[in-house]
């Protein structure tokens, strides 16, 4: 409006000009003379205005201005609307077309003028078009009531093309800040970006040259910024490209094709060294759809791709020696059990154990023993061809695959280099040690179809080789090794037992000899293979132990044994035994408090049984636990009592209800005159310590007559029962008939027992 407002007031000047000379010669001189005064008045005020806003370079008008500049607009509009007023009424018809002709041109032009500025527009065009209206009422001519609906309709529709005019300008201003905005946001965006990653933008033309690039991008490739804008994009980079890296040719076949593209790497030579680039870009189009160049995003990813390659080194490669590792030599050995299947020759596993290592380990520390580790992974490497393959299995394991093997001797021949070389001492922080290997070798496919069964094998050749006197070379044969290869079997099968609900707690009674009564039991877990068959105790639960797999094994036995106790055997006290690993475990104590909660087991109805090795190894710890133990309302007995190191200081410290004698010393207690001694002092001990005992393993009524004669608490053994569900318990002890004392040894009948099930345990 302002641009616009110089030329509106030049042309109401004009305008004056003519009426006045035109109304010269019809107007009364004072009349006119007032009049033309005013209108121009309005012109310089309206030109005055425009100058001082102009020159005051507002960037923004506040509503003041908008209502100063609608009150100008409605007195410039009623001194020209008076015009008409004062000389259209009875004037001669020429006079009257040119008063016609200028009211309607003032009244559009101003109008169109005014559109900015709505407010302005819209009173300068309605008193414009009032004023004429009322000429027209006092000329009275014949035609004055159609003219005057015609100056309504224009006055109208000039209204609603106003208000349109502005809308349409308002919305292309709000475009045009809103895109304003944007810009500026992008702009900070970028710069941003920029500033806070490793990526850089970039732009190239059709020819491929650099359109304004940064002084990030002139970095990156090692060029002044001045040289840039000369610089093709991928002439530059393949001349940076590392040499035998196909990264360059893949970016060329990316922008041949003309489609965008993402994350194409390319390796290239800097000052810093090699490092990898990520390309991304996208096609530019001109305003013909016509390809004019590309702009992208190029990222430095050398961190991400040596992050990558070394999870990927980790994946397959240990750590410490540089060795493969585990999964490197199944996947070796996978494809050596492949290609001899199809063409016949030998491959060969060997599997090496180191000498005296836990004691290195524990004498001189951990950081000694890698150091050993290490320099056996070194001589590994020297000793063996370059076809073979190196791997460290864990801890002081390794692995040897050799393939294309002709003659079984020159793998003999490599595994006793192995250990001539390992014999070696090793230096190490100012140490000398001593150490050897014991090798386990295994053909294939000789001695194995699959991976397991390789390693099987070659393990087992390894066992035997270390139970023969170690620093020995073993070869696998089938009949090597069955108690080891039972022993792997077992522990395989161990770790699913549990989960396919093959174990099972039976209950074998414990009777007190005094009353003869059924007082308690004490839960045995039984292990039905269904291929293997029943599995002795002895056999799993050392087992279960060495993998750590004792602890869910003891939790399960113990959540069945206080599920019973609420269950059938409500009266008894259940005696489960707990290895020294379970009792030792931070959590112990709150997990059993746990289950007797949850299974509401009373005060005294559970006792803990324990071996005399929890004592042996951490005495503090052991006499910790055992108390919170007992403040949980449950017993506590000594296990196998006399077979370890027994010691009376440890019986006073620790707070035992009951000693188990046991079994041997009752095997032997009707032959042997220092198992009577023996029982007999066990006994007289614990009747000094106030202590209940409990005799295991008896299986005559001469023993239980020895025992009862000497003071004995209890007995258990198959003179009273063999093992039994819980049910079954349950049922015996519905029937038994208690005595009132014991029989005297002459009167005691060949066989005394409760009716008995044979379960075969």
Avoid at 367 to 395: F, I, M, N, P, T
Avoid at 476 to 490: A, D, N, Y
Avoid at 532 to 556: H, Q, R, T
Wanted: proline residues 4%.
């Amino acid at each position: 409006m302002l641009a616009t407002t110089p030329w509106t007031m030049l042309a109401s000047a004009i305008n004056l000009g003519l009426c006045a000379w035109v109304l010269s010669g019809h107007a009364q001189t004072v009349t006119l003379i007032v009049w033309a005064l005013a209108v121009l008045a309005m012109t310089v005020a309206g030109w005055v205005g425009c100058l001082r806003i102009q020159q005051s370079h507002l960037l923004a008008v506040g509503p003041g201005t908008v209502r100063a500049a609608t009150v100008h607009a409605l007195l410039l509009g009623a001194v020209w609307g008076a015009m008409p007023m004062l000389w259209f009424p009875h004037a001669e018809s020429g006079l009257q077309m040119l008063i016609a002709v200028l009211v309607t041109g003032l009244t559009c032009a101003g109008a169109l003028a005014l559109t900015m500025v709505p407010p302005a527009a819209l009173t300068y065009t309605f008193i414009m078009a009032g004023l004429s209206i009322g000429a027209l009422v006092r000329d009275g001519g014949p035609y004055t009531g159609v003219i005057q609906v015609l100056m309504v309709l224009y006055a109208i529709v000039l209204a609603v093309v106003v208000l349109a005019v502005s809308r349409l300008f308002t919305q292309r201003l709000y475009s045009e800040r809103d895109a304003s905005r944007q810009s500026e946001l992008v702009g900070l965006l970028l710069r941003d970006f920029e500033e806070s990653t490793a990526d850089v933008l970039w732009e190239v033309d059709r020819q491929g040259r650099f359109v304004q690039p940064s002084e990030r991008l002139a970095t990156l490739f090692e060029r002044p910024l001045r040289s840039m804008a000369q610089l093709q994009f991928l002439p530059a980079l393949l001349s940076m490209q590392v040499e035998g890296s196909r990264g360059g040719g893949r970016l060329k076949a990316a922008l041949d094709a003309g489609d965008a593209f993402r994350d194409q790497v390319v390796r290239v030579t800097t000052a810093q060294g090699p490092r990898w680039w990520s390309i991304t870009a996208k096609p530019l189009l001109d305003e013909q759809g016509l390809p004019r160049g590309w702009r992208g995003v190029l990222s430095d990813v050398t961190s991400e791709r040596q992050s990558n390659q070394h999870l990927a080194f980790l994946a397959h490669f240990d750590s410490l020696t540089g060795l493969a590792n585990r999964v490197s030599v199944r996947n070796r050995l996978a494809k050596a059990v492949e290609k001899k299947a199809q063409d016949g020759r030998f491959s060969a596993l060997l599997c090496l154990d180191l000498d005296n290592f836990k004691m290195i380990n524990d004498s001189h520390g951990h950081s000694v023993g890698d150091a050993v580790l290490q320099e056996v992974g070194r001589r590994l490497r020297k000793q063996s061809r370059k076809s073979s393959l190196c791997g460290r299995l864990g801890g002081d394991e390794f692995a040897v695959v050799v393939d294309d093997i002709e003659d079984r001797q020159e793998v003999l021949t490599l595994a006793d280099r192995l250990v001539v070389s390992m014999r070696a001492p090793c230096a190490t922080g100012g140490l000398t040690l001593n150490t050897g290997v014991s090798v386990g070798v295994a053909f294939l496919p000789e001695h194995a179809n699959t991976v397991d069964e390789a390693l099987v094998a070659a393990d087992l050749a390894l066992y035997e080789a270390k139970a023969a006197g170690r620093g020995r070379v073993v070869v696998f044969s089938p009949e090597l090794g069955k108690s080891q290869k039972r022993r792997l079997t077992l522990e395989r099968e161990l770790r699913e037992a549990l989960l396919r609900d093959q174990f099972e707690v039976l209950y074998q009674p414990q009777v007190d000899i005094q009353s003869w009564r059924i007082v308690g039991a004490e839960a045995l877990l039984r292990w039905h293979h269904p291929e293997l068959g029943a599995v002795s105790p002895v056999e799993f639960i050392p087992l279960a132990e060495d993998s750590g797999l004792i602890n869910n094994m003891g939790a399960w036995v113990l959540d069945r044994a206080c599920a019973d106790i609420r269950g059938p055997l409500a009266g008894l006290r259940v005696a489960v035994n707990c290895s020294a690993i379970q009792l030792q475990r931070p959590r112990f104590v709150d997990e059993l408090d746990h289950l007797m909660r949850t299974h509401g087991v009373p005060h005294g109805a559970l006792e803990i049984e324990v071996t005399e090795s929890l004592l042996m190894e951490n005495l503090s710890t052991a006499l910790e636990n055992l108390n919170a133990i007992k403040e949980l309302g449950v017993r506590v007995a000594l296990d196998d009592f006399g077979t370890g190191y027994s010691s009376l200081a440890y019986l006073r410290r620790f707070p035992f209800d009951k000693l188990k004698i046991d079994r041997a010393f009752i095997r032997e207690l009707m032959t042997t005159s220092d198992a009577r001694h023996i029982v007999r002092t066990i006994l007289s001990l614990a009747k000094i310590l106030k202590m209940d005992t409990l005799a295991e393993g008896v299986e005559e009524p001469a023993q239980l007559e020895v025992l009862a004669r000497h003071g004995c608490s209890g007995i258990q053994g198959f003179l009273v029962a063999r093992p039994m569900t819980a049910n079954e318990l349950a049922a015996m002890v519905r029937g038994w008939v208690p005595m009132r004392h014991v029989v005297g040894l002459d009167e005691l009948p060949e066989s005394f027992s409760a009716p008995l099930t044979d379960r075969g345990h």
